[in-house]
């Protein structure tokens, strides 16, 4: 089955820093999606990856897949305390009827 | 638009008991799901149904049942809490095509259970 390993498990930033998870398969990535997650809220969808090399962004954060397909990035520019929060990604399970496999997450904290 | 609702929220049960979370979405979504997410270890998919009337395993079945009688109903039943069960559960809901891009997996607000 594939597994999807998240890194760093937490993170640390100062406000105004930039910061990078990284979301790596054990099998190729046919589709990737990056969710965020407030404390004792529900996921909130950021953005889906599908082909190698692909990039995507939207407002301070920019996700890539990269081109072997394996590997996914999520990169934070200037962080904000609003930015704080578990970050998970997702990949397409063929053998669950098209559901999600998920990564650990990576715990945000951004200090003000 | 409600989207995806859970309830309850927070459940404290006894080691034995039963009980019931109850998922339903309002969007037309063919698929439902119910994951489970412990610290450290993400989200694992529990049980799923791509259309009413069918269900089927995940990663992380064993001592949960589900059913789908309707399009818009998913509950997830425990016969008997056991305290590994201890978790944040979610459901999800989705149209079928999950890989078209414009559509995403929606989640609920989630049920927090502890099982003493």
């Known amino acids: 089955s594939q597994e999807l390993e998240q890194s760093p498990q937490s993170l640390i930033v100062q406000e105004g820093k930039n910061l990078t998870i990284n979301c790596t398969s054990s099998k190729t990535l046919y589709g990737l999606y990056w969710y965020k997650q407030k404390y004792g809220e529900g996921l909130i969808f950021l953005m889906m990856l599908q082909k190698g090399g692909e990039e995507k962004s939207h407002e301070k954060i920019t996700a890539k897949l990269d081109e072997k397909k394996q590997q996914s990035s999520l990169h934070i520019t200037a962080s904000q305390p609003s930015h704080a929060g578990i970050y998970l990604c997702?990949?397409?399970?063929?053998?669950?009827?098209?559901?999600?496999?998920f990564g650990g997450g990576t715990r945000l904290m951004v200090k003000p | 638009n409600a989207g995806v609702t859970q309830t309850p929220k927070f459940q404290v049960l006894k080691t034995g008991q039963s009980m019931t979370l109850q998922c339903a979405q309002d969007m037309n979504h063919e698929y439902m799901s119910w994951y489970r997410q412990d610290p450290g270890m993400g989200l694992r998919l529990i049980h799923y149904?791509?259309?009413?009337?069918?269900?089927d395993q995940g990663e992380v079945p064993n001592g949960y049942n589900v059913s789908r009688s309707t399009t818009e109903d998913f509950p997830l039943r425990l016969l008997s809490a056991a305290p590994s069960q201890t978790s944040v559960y979610f459901c999800?809901?989705?149209?079928?095509?999950?890989?078209?891009?414009?559509?995403?997996?929606?989640f609920g607000a989630g049920s927090r259970l502890t099982v003493l």
């Open positions: 999800a809901s989705s149209y079928r095509y999950l890989s078209s891009g414009a559509n995403v997996l929606t």
């Open positions: 149904s791509v259309g009413a009337g069918i269900t």
């Open positions: 997702g990949a397409l399970n063929n053998n669950a009827g098209n559901m999600l496999t």
